[in-house]
């Protein structure tokens, strides 16, 4: 799948989430998002990208971030 | 002429549940307060003779023929127009009534030739059958039995003037045999509300009008066939009948496949071929409705086009090679084992389709998930409504609609947002219209001048016309009114809905940035209408929302569905008859294939694939481990085919290639795959990319259940057997078996009998409990046995209901320089969707093509006249279409349709789509137009092989006399 459209994707999903809520708040909740609504060859996909892409916005970033340490340990637990 | 199997009972049922005693012929019958003598004569068993009066339509007393005698009461009234009063007693037969009634019949006769041979009514014909009863055979008026020389010179002038209208492609309309009871006129009013009818001329000279004297094709008619089913002779009939020339043999009811309105339908059969379709009076959602789609546009079931063997090829360059089932399921089967061996498990997916029944779609995803072991399976409702699953679950806490059609009868204040329901959801329209005759104000929010905003009999108290893409700013201006001016409901607000939530919001919304006045700039809604509209809705007693495509086909589809959820909780408009959040769903059973478990996140019931007690349920059932990670969405897998990392796909009635965004992407991706299955009726634009095709079957041709948009359940019921041998779910239970997934079904309701085993909302769901009720409302279960007609009562599913933060986020399809208009599509309402059932019956007749409105004002700085071809260019892609310059839409906007596969709509939208859902954005592209000598090279060649021959309007004549 395109980066530019995955990246493109987080954005837009944390966009909304950091409409009225704290940055660290919204980032989890998009994480929460992108869990419970992206296959994981995605995830795992924008977590290759990289938190630090530069198109990502800052709560994307972040929750690009979270979603790489959610990985991390589930793969670190079996 | 209404259904075979119809037992009439004269006027409509009372609502009242207060019973009166009274007495008729001597037997004693407890019926509702409001009845008509004339119903309680029948639901006693005792049919009073009648021509004037259906029990779809408000008595109207003009016959004569169905005179009473009461107890204490002088004369002789109507039995129709009176009703039962407590003690009444009534004589339905004596010698006096049956010497009034011949003489009516009499004068009837004298006037209606009985030459009954060869007339599509006869044996069914309510003339005839009163004239036996009362021994009237021929004309009493003249010595001879002939009419008398007067009437003879009368009736022949009239029969002259008034020639056989057959420009309608269904019905005729034979003025000679016309009584002039004023059924058809009433049904056109009060059933459909069109106003299409009148009675025009006096005494002899009284003659059914289409419009201003009109032919029928020409008037103001919509065809829905209420008129004709009405009509108690032959002077509006059905051509099907007359071309058949038999009577019904038998009658099936069951559900229309088209719009999410599901009618209930009655498939009257002649030598196993449908021979009409009559709108089921007892159907809950269509209360005996029905619109041209479903009552006439059945005949694509045994078009000569439908796929009738399956075919595989090996590349999609080579031609197609029929093959037995066997051969067929076999080779399909193990090119999926291939690819998964090759490329890995999540290598292929599967789609199902909306128009499929939820045994099938359930079958389906089963089959992904159990068979392919993987959860990449999804549902045409990607494309149309899954913002509203998401939404709705969010807020209230069930991905569904919260009222039945009904509901609307008791709203005070409607508003309709990106909806077009005469054209989209005829029926629908026709309750709606009813209510806004009776008072219910309206408001539509539209980018376009909708068919309801104004007409001569009703007009929209608001029209909001908003910028495309704009819903968002809308619907939070709406509620910083709401908020700010005090229209809050605080007292349901602080009982059903979370506090934390609703303060954020209640700050939020309340910013100034927020008010009409702020963003009137960037909807186009002045701000003191946007005002109006918040009041009027906020303030009434019942207030109900209606959407559709125009609010989820955005980049914002699921905040916009959000909002809507937010202003309804705002006001306490949730919970009770009359009020609601209500999404029209576009196809039949989009709303079935949803709840069936077809998103690749979420299992039958809306339950989330890693939530390890429903996996383990599912995997019990089924005697396989599961996947517990979400699958690829269909935009996901055609991404996943162009990178090489998804080669196989198992589509099931749907056709990507034509409906899906962006054209050049979609046949990018499909001609990427190694195998491509696909199972339709015809060979459709996708199966041109298909190396397996597999006949589908229409919905006449198998039993099953759809969903409509009210979450009703709906008995679908084989009328004929199976075109190509197989139902669809016969195939899928045979490709499982193939892949070593073991499906043994015998019918489709065990199958229902299994999604009522593993799915909360669908436990007391059976085949017989459908058969007794006719329809049910999910949930059913135990708390609610015989269903759940309107949603939350009390307290919302999720328990409070949930108010989100919906910030307005502008479309990156922009306008500018290069594209400085902003093109959005919707439907017309004799054509359907993608095209592919109604292109192939007469409906071609209204709408042969697709065309683009355009502005007088954009048209004339184009050089542009009505009728020219124009090219439309898109960032995506290009095409020709015919402008039709009308100020229906606005300046800066252009609308198409999307019926016809050549119209290529969807090579100029594009990928753009829902942040939550990946809902495409088709109502808002940026384009630019000019004007062109002739369509585009591809689209030439599509209409020269247009795979319909029917005729188009300009073949029809209309001339009537």
């Given at each position: 799948?395109?980066?530019?459209?995955?990246?493109?994707?987080?954005?837009?999903?944390?966009?909304?989430?950091?409409?009225?809520?704290?940055?660290?708040?919204?980032?989890?909740?998009?994480?929460?998002?992108?869990?419970?609504?992206?296959?994981?060859?995605?995830?795992?996909?924008?977590?290759?990208?990289?938190?630090?892409?530069?198109?990502?916005?800052?709560?994307?970033?972040?929750?690009?971030?979270?979603?790489?340490?959610?990985?991390?340990?589930?793969?670190?637990?079996? | 002429?209404?259904?075979?199997?119809?037992?009439?009972?004269?006027?409509?049922?009372?609502?009242?549940?207060?019973?009166?005693?009274?007495?008729?012929?001597?037997?004693?019958?407890?019926?509702?307060?409001?009845?008509?003598?004339?119903?309680?004569?029948?639901?006693?068993?005792?049919?009073?003779?009648?021509?004037?009066?259906?029990?779809?339509?408000?008595?109207?007393?003009?016959?004569?023929?169905?005179?009473?005698?009461?107890?204490?009461?002088?004369?002789?009234?109507?039995?129709?127009?009176?009703?039962?009063?407590?003690?009444?007693?009534?004589?339905?037969?004596?010698?006096?009534?049956?010497?009034?009634?011949?003489?009516?019949?009499?004068?009837?006769?004298?006037?209606?030739?009985?030459?009954?041979?060869?007339?599509?009514?006869?044996?069914?014909?309510?003339?005839?059958?009163?004239?036996?009863?009362?021994?009237?055979?021929?004309?009493?008026?003249?010595?001879?039995?002939?009419?008398?020389?007067?009437?003879?010179?009368?009736?022949?002038?009239?029969?002259?003037?008034?020639?056989?209208?057959?420009?309608?492609?269904?019905?005729?309309?034979?003025?000679?045999?016309?009584?002039?009871?004023?059924?058809?006129?009433?049904?056109?009013?009060?059933?459909?509300?069109?106003?299409?009818?009148?009675?025009?001329?006096?005494?002899?000279?009284?003659?059914?009008?289409?419009?201003?004297?009109?032919?029928?094709?020409?008037?103001?008619?919509?065809?829905?066939?209420?008129?004709?089913?009405?009509?108690?002779?032959?002077?509006?009939?059905?051509?099907?009948?007359?071309?058949?020339?038999?009577?019904?043999?038998?009658?099936?009811?069951?559900?229309?496949?088209?719009?999410?309105?599901?009618?209930?339908?009655?498939?009257?059969?002649?030598?196993?071929?449908?021979?009409?379709?009559?709108?089921?009076?007892?159907?809950?959602?269509?209360?005996?409705?029905?619109?041209?789609?479903?009552?006439?546009?059945?005949?694509?079931?045994?078009?000569?086009?439908?796929?009738?063997?399956?075919?595989?090829?090996?590349?999609?360059?080579?031609?197609?090679?029929?093959?037995?089932?066997?051969?067929?399921?076999?080779?399909?089967?193990?090119?999926?084992?291939?690819?998964?061996?090759?490329?890995?498990?999540?290598?292929?997916?599967?789609?199902?389709?909306?128009?499929?029944?939820?045994?099938?779609?359930?079958?389906?995803?089963?089959?992904?998930?159990?068979?392919?072991?993987?959860?990449?399976?999804?549902?045409?409702?990607?494309?149309?409504?899954?913002?509203?699953?998401?939404?709705?679950?969010?807020?209230?806490?069930?991905?569904?609609?919260?009222?039945?059609?009904?509901?609307?009868?008791?709203?005070?204040?409607?508003?309709?947002?990106?909806?077009?329901?005469?054209?989209?959801?005829?029926?629908?329209?026709?309750?709606?219209?009813?209510?806004?005759?009776?008072?219910?104000?309206?408001?539509?929010?539209?980018?376009?001048?909708?068919?309801?905003?104004?007409?001569?009999?009703?007009?929209?108290?608001?029209?909001?016309?908003?910028?495309?893409?704009?819903?968002?700013?809308?619907?939070?201006?709406?509620?910083?009114?709401?908020?700010?001016?005090?229209?809050?409901?605080?007292?349901?607000?602080?009982?059903?809905?979370?506090?934390?939530?609703?303060?954020?919001?209640?700050?939020?919304?309340?910013?100034?940035?927020?008010?009409?006045?702020?963003?009137?700039?960037?909807?186009?809604?002045?701000?003191?209408?946007?005002?109006?509209?918040?009041?009027?809705?906020?303030?009434?007693?019942?207030?109900?929302?209606?959407?559709?495509?125009?609010?989820?086909?955005?980049?914002?589809?699921?905040?916009?569905?959000?909002?809507?959820?937010?202003?309804?909780?705002?006001?306490?408009?949730?919970?009770?008859?009359?009020?609601?959040?209500?999404?029209?769903?576009?196809?039949?059973?989009?709303?079935?294939?949803?709840?069936?478990?077809?998103?690749?996140?979420?299992?039958?019931?809306?339950?989330?694939?890693?939530?390890?007690?429903?996996?383990?349920?599912?995997?019990?059932?089924?005697?396989?481990?599961?996947?517990?990670?979400?699958?690829?969405?269909?935009?996901?897998?055609?991404?996943?085919?162009?990178?090489?990392?998804?080669?196989?796909?198992?589509?099931?009635?749907?056709?990507?290639?034509?409906?899906?965004?962006?054209?050049?992407?979609?046949?990018?991706?499909?001609?990427?795959?190694?195998?491509?299955?696909?199972?339709?009726?015809?060979?459709?634009?996708?199966?041109?990319?298909?190396?397996?095709?597999?006949?589908?079957?229409?919905?006449?041709?198998?039993?099953?259940?759809?969903?409509?948009?009210?979450?009703?359940?709906?008995?679908?019921?084989?009328?004929?057997?199976?075109?190509?041998?197989?139902?669809?779910?016969?195939?899928?239970?045979?490709?499982?078996?193939?892949?070593?997934?073991?499906?043994?079904?015998?019918?489709?309701?065990?199958?229902?009998?299994?999604?009522?085993?593993?799915?909360?909302?669908?436990?007391?769901?059976?085949?017989?409990?459908?058969?007794?009720?006719?329809?049910?409302?999910?949930?059913?279960?135990?708390?609610?046995?015989?269903?759940?007609?309107?949603?939350?009562?009390?307290?919302?599913?999720?328990?409070?209901?949930?108010?989100?933060?919906?910030?307005?986020?502008?479309?990156?399809?922009?306008?500018?320089?290069?594209?400085?208009?902003?093109?959005?599509?919707?439907?017309?309402?004799?054509?359907?969707?993608?095209?592919?059932?109604?292109?192939?019956?007469?409906?071609?007749?209204?709408?042969?093509?697709?065309?683009?409105?355009?502005?007088?004002?954009?048209?004339?700085?184009?050089?542009?006249?009505?009728?020219?071809?124009?090219?439309?260019?898109?960032?995506?892609?290009?095409?020709?279409?015919?402008?039709?310059?009308?100020?229906?839409?606005?300046?800066?906007?252009?609308?198409?349709?999307?019926?016809?596969?050549?119209?290529?709509?969807?090579?100029?939208?594009?990928?753009?789509?829902?942040?939550?859902?990946?809902?495409p954005e088709y109502k808002v592209t940026a384009v630019q137009v000019v004007k062109v000598e002739k369509p585009l090279d591809w689209q030439v060649r599509f209409r020269q092989n247009r795979e319909s021959r029917l005729p188009t309007r300009r073949d029809v004549t209309f001339e009537t006399a």
């Amino acid at each position: 799948m395109h980066a530019e459209i995955l990246v493109r994707m987080v954005n837009q999903i944390a966009e909304f989430y950091a409409a009225g809520a704290e940055p660290e708040v919204a980032a989890r909740e998009a994480l929460s998002h992108v869990q419970r609504m992206w296959a994981h060859r995605m995830c795992r996909q924008i977590v290759e990208i990289g938190a630090a892409d530069p198109g990502l916005s800052p709560v994307a970033s972040r929750a690009v971030q979270l979603l790489t340490e959610a990985l991390a340990a589930k793969q670190a637990a079996g | 002429m209404y259904a075979i199997d119809h037992i009439d009972c004269g006027t409509p049922a009372s609502a009242s549940e207060k019973l009166v005693t009274i007495e008729i012929d001597g037997h004693a019958i407890a019926v509702p307060e409001g009845t008509s003598v004339m119903r309680a004569a029948a639901l006693a068993g005792t049919s009073i003779p009648k021509l004037c009066a259906t029990d779809s339509l408000k008595a109207f007393g003009s016959c004569r023929l169905c005179l009473v005698e009461i107890e204490g009461r002088r004369g002789y009234p109507a039995s129709c127009t009176t009703l039962v009063a407590d003690g009444m007693k009534i004589r339905t037969d004596s010698d006096k009534l049956s010497q009034l009634r011949r003489g009516v019949m009499e004068l009837y006769v004298s006037e209606h030739p009985l030459d009954c041979d060869g007339c599509p009514a006869d044996g069914h014909c309510e003339l005839q059958n009163m004239a036996k009863l009362h021994g009237v055979t021929d004309n009493v008026f003249s010595a001879d039995g002939r009419c008398s020389e007067r009437i003879t010179h009368e009736s022949k002038a009239r029969v002259k003037a008034l020639m056989t209208d057959d420009s309608n492609p269904y019905f005729s309309f034979d003025p000679s045999l016309c009584i002039a009871c004023s059924r058809c006129v009433r049904a056109c009013d009060e059933t459909q509300g069109t106003l299409a009818l009148t009675i025009s001329g006096r005494g002899l000279a009284s003659q059914v009008s289409a419009s201003a004297g009109e032919s029928f094709i020409s008037s103001e008619c919509v065809s829905c066939g209420a008129c004709v089913e009405a009509c108690p002779t032959a002077a509006l009939s059905e051509k099907s009948i007359a071309a058949l020339a038999k009577p019904a043999e038998r009658s099936v009811t069951t559900t229309c496949a088209y719009c999410g309105v599901g009618c209930s339908l009655k498939a009257e059969v002649v030598d196993g071929k449908v021979s009409r379709m009559v709108p089921n009076r007892a159907g809950h959602a269509n209360q005996g409705h029905a619109c041209v789609k479903g009552r006439f546009a059945y005949g694509y079931a045994t078009h000569p086009d439908r796929i009738r063997a399956p075919m595989i090829r090996a590349k999609i360059t080579d031609p197609w090679r029929e093959v037995s089932w066997d051969e067929a399921i076999s080779h399909a089967a193990s090119e999926f084992k291939r690819i998964q061996a090759k490329y890995g498990r999540g290598a292929v997916g599967g789609i199902t389709s909306s128009r499929c029944t939820n045994e099938e779609v359930y079958l389906v995803q089963k089959l992904i998930r159990a068979a392919f072991g993987n959860n990449n399976v999804d549902t045409c409702a990607r494309v149309c409504h899954s913002p509203t699953g998401f939404g709705l679950k969010q807020t209230l806490g069930e991905s569904a609609g919260t009222q039945t059609f009904l509901s609307v009868m008791k709203s005070d204040v409607v508003i309709v947002m990106g909806a077009n329901p005469t054209d989209g959801h005829p029926v629908f329209a026709s309750h709606l219209k009813r209510a806004l005759r009776a008072g219910t104000k309206l408001i539509i929010i539209d980018p376009r001048e909708i068919q309801l905003t104004r007409t001569p009999h009703i007009e929209a108290s608001y029209h909001l016309q908003l910028r495309p893409g704009t819903n968002v700013a809308v619907i939070t201006a709406l509620a910083h009114v709401v908020v700010t001016e005090g229209l809050v409901r605080e007292d349901y607000v602080a009982s059903r809905c979370e506090k934390d939530a609703f303060d954020k919001w209640r700050a939020w919304v309340s910013d100034p940035r927020h008010s009409p006045e702020a963003t009137e700039a960037v909807t186009g809604v002045p701000a003191a209408t946007l005002r109006g509209a918040a009041r009027l809705y906020a303030s009434a007693a019942n207030g109900a929302i209606y959407y559709g495509l125009g609010v989820t086909e955005h980049s914002q589809g699921s905040t916009t569905v959000m909002g809507i959820a937010n202003l309804a909780m705002a006001t306490g408009n949730i919970g009770r008859e009359g009020v609601g959040v209500n999404p029209l769903r576009g196809q039949n059973n989009v709303q079935g294939s949803c709840d069936m478990g077809s998103f690749p996140h979420e299992f039958p019931g809306y339950r989330h694939v890693s939530d390890d007690s429903v996996r383990h349920l599912f995997e019990s059932a089924w005697g396989v481990e599961l996947s517990d990670e979400p699958g690829l969405r269909i935009p996901n897998m055609f991404e996943a085919a162009l990178d090489g990392s998804f080669k196989g796909m198992y589509i099931q009635g749907e056709d990507l290639a034509q409906s899906d965004p962006n054209t050049h992407h979609v046949v990018a991706a499909l001609s990427a795959l190694e195998c491509l299955v696909v199972q339709d009726i015809f060979l459709c634009e996708t199966a041109k990319f298909a190396h397996v095709l597999l006949p589908g079957s229409s919905f006449l041709e198998k039993d099953g259940t759809f969903t409509n948009a009210e979450r009703r359940i709906s008995p679908v019921r084989k009328v004929m057997e199976p075109l190509a041998g197989l139902a669809d779910w016969e195939v899928t239970q045979k490709l499982a078996n193939a892949l070593g997934y073991p499906m043994n079904y015998a019918h489709p309701s065990e199958i229902m009998d299994e999604i009522a085993r593993l799915t909360p909302t669908f436990h007391g769901v059976t085949y017989e409990k459908l058969d007794q009720l006719g329809s049910i409302q999910w949930p059913c279960n135990a708390d609610a046995p015989e269903g759940t007609p309107t949603m939350h009562i009390g307290s919302f599913v999720r328990g409070k209901g949930k108010f989100f933060v919906t910030e307005y986020v502008a479309t990156p399809e922009r306008v500018n320089a290069r594209f400085p208009l902003l093109l959005t599509t919707g439907r017309v309402l004799t054509q359907y969707n993608v095209g592919a059932q109604t292109r192939r019956t007469q409906n071609n007749v209204w709408h042969s093509e697709d065309t683009v409105e355009i502005h007088p004002h954009d048209a004339e700085v184009r050089g542009i006249g009505d009728g020219d071809w124009i090219g439309i260019t898109s960032r995506a892609g290009e095409t020709v279409l015919r402008a039709q310059v009308t100020d229906r839409v606005q300046p800066g906007v252009i609308y198409t349709t999307f019926h016809f596969p050549e119209s290529g709509a969807n090579v100029v939208t594009t990928d753009n789509s829902d942040w939550a859902t990946n809902c495409p954005e088709y109502k808002v592209t940026a384009v630019q137009v000019v004007k062109v000598e002739k369509p585009l090279d591809w689209q030439v060649r599509f209409r020269q092989n247009r795979e319909s021959r029917l005729p188009t309007r300009r073949d029809v004549t209309f001339e009537t006399a």
